[in-house]
């Protein structure tokens, strides 16, 4: 019987394309154009849309590249962008999505603060019919879509970095974490450790957490070179906080002699420029407009589509781009956020 309906539905796809085949040889030899037979359908189905995006925060690089880069992709085919600022409190956030939910919007974006916060949000709102995209900080609760950076490869390799900067040095290392409550934290937390089991010469100094804070990571960094005035690597987890762990090396005095190996978006003033003047000497990057571009790109799918929400539970890991001195000045290798507005 499978069988059957499957030579059914050969038959018919094959019928199709005959007639469009027949109808386009009529065309050309009367001289005349075309009309595409699936450009209606796919406008019809995306205009008017609603994609709703909550980050943790609108005011720095990564939520503001996403914003933009699903604006200039979305917007052109008649969908909607609206953004909910909860500006680093989660109970606004929380909030935010509870009243998103009420106005139906097709899609959800969301940038998860922690694993907990918004899983129970994510549950009801793919129940509700509203397909939910998870951008690079995981929730416990998956839904359709997660676009992000694998974060184990992103510990691994600023922990191989640092290994090897190390050779034949203190073999002292630090550790900055973001939150400790975010998947993003854990996962990169992983990728170190995966490379420490195998170089047991490496002694973690300091492993600590600073939330994401560019003065809370100065402040932990200033207090470890003073314990450890030979420490020959630091692994942070996110430029925009490790821009306070750099500070606190260069008021020491050992830029370019305490190994910094960091991650981020890939923004031109965040990434480059740090790598360029020796701030930081290692930034992973995960590239924030192909990581628009690929979750708008989903978007355009799913409500095309009519997948029931949550009936899939699909990862696009972004291709990351090491920034070193070697490729920080090249064009091509960071993005600008003024030119992407």
Known sequence: MHFVRTLAASARLAGIALALVAVSQHAAAQGKGLDEPFRDGYKKSLAGKTVGYIPVAMGFDLAQGWYNGLKKELEPAGMKVVARDPNWNTNAGAQAFTALMAEKPAVIVIHNPDVQTYAKLIKKAEEDGIYVVQINMRSVQPSTVFVGADWVDVGERNAEAVVQACKGKSNKIAIV???????????????????????????????????????????????????????CGIVGFWDGMDIGTAAAIKEAGLTGKVYLATSGGGEQKGACDQVKSGAFDLDVSYDVPTQAANMAAMIKWLVQGGMKPGAAKQNIYTTLIPITKENAGADGTCWKLTAAK
């Open 177 to 231: 974490q973001g939150a400790p409550t975010a998947a993003t934290s854990a996962y990169t937390l992983k990728g170190v450790e995966n490379v420490l089991a195998k170089n047991p010469q490496i002694k973690v100094v300091s492993n600590q957490a600073a939330d994401w804070d560019a003065a809370k990571a100065k402040g932990l960094t200033q207090t470890v070179l003073k314990q450890n005035p030979d420490l």
